[in-house]
C-alpha cells in the first residue's frame, strides 16, 4: 500500500514508522504528513498524543475517531513549509529543544464526508515538546465543498486523471 501522505513510497517504509512509534518526526512536514496518514488509516491514538500539550485539552479521542472513521482522505499536498525544517533530536533528559521556536506546514488536503467531496487549506504550527514536535495550532483559509466531476472530467485534485480513476474510484 502506498503511503497516503503522498511521499510516493510504501505506507510501511514511511508514515507507519511514525505511527507505530517506530521512529520520530524530525520536522514539521514529517510529522504533518504522519498526521494525515494517521487520519487516513484511523489511527486516533497517535493524532491525540501529537497533540502539543496545551492544544490537548481540546481534544478528545472519541471525537478524534469519529471524524477520521466518518471521513475519507484522498490527497494531501503540501503547498510550503517554513524554512526551519529539520532538527535533530537530543537524546538526554534535560535537553529541551528550543520549545519556543514555531515552525509552519500550508497544505492542502482533499476528502470525501457524508457523499460529499471537499477541500481544506490549513496553516499549521508546531512546536517542540520534550525533544517531540508537536502539532500546535492551525488556521483554516478554505474549507469548502467541491462539486462533483463527472465520471471521464480530470479529478479535482489535480493527479490529471479522470475522477473515475482518481478520487472517484
Known amino acids: 500500500m502506498q503511503c497516503p501522505c503522498g511521499s510516493n513510497i510504501s505506507f510501511k517504509k514511511c508514515c507507519f514508522l511514525f505511527i507505530n512509534q517506530e ?35 481540546y481534544q ?7 471524524w477520521a472513521k ?46 460529499a467531496y471537499f477541500i481544506m487549506k490549513e496553516t499549521s504550527r508546531f512546536i517542540v515538546e520534550d525533544n517531540q514536535w508537536r502539532y500546535l495550532d492551525g488556521e ?10 463527472k465520471r471521464n472530467e480530470l479529478c479535482f485534485c489535480h493527479s490529471n486523471k479522470k475522477f473515475k480513476q482518481c478520487c472517484g474510484s
Open 70 to 115: 466518518d471521513t475519507k482522505w484522498l490527497k494531501l499536498t503540501i503547498n510550503s513549509a517554513s524554512e526551519y525544517t529539520e532538527i535533530k533530536i537530543k537524546r538526554s533528559a534535560n535537553a529541551d529543544i528550543n520549545e519556543d521556536k514555531s515552525n509552519t506546514v500550508c497544505f492542502s488536503a482533499y476528502y470525501q464526508h457524508q457523499d
Open 23 to 57: 521512529a520520530q518526526a524530525l520536522s514539521p512536514e514529517q510529522l504533518m504528513r504522519s498526521r494525515y496518514s494517521a487520519y487516513a488509516t484511523k489511527s486516533a491514538d497517535y493524532i491525540y498524543n501529537t497533540y502539543a500539550e496545551s492544544s490537548r485539552a
Open 60 to 66: 478528545s479521542l472519541t471525537d478524534i475517531f469519529a
Open 140 to 149: 483554516v483559509s478554505i474549507n469548502e465543498e467541491l462539486p462533483t466531476p
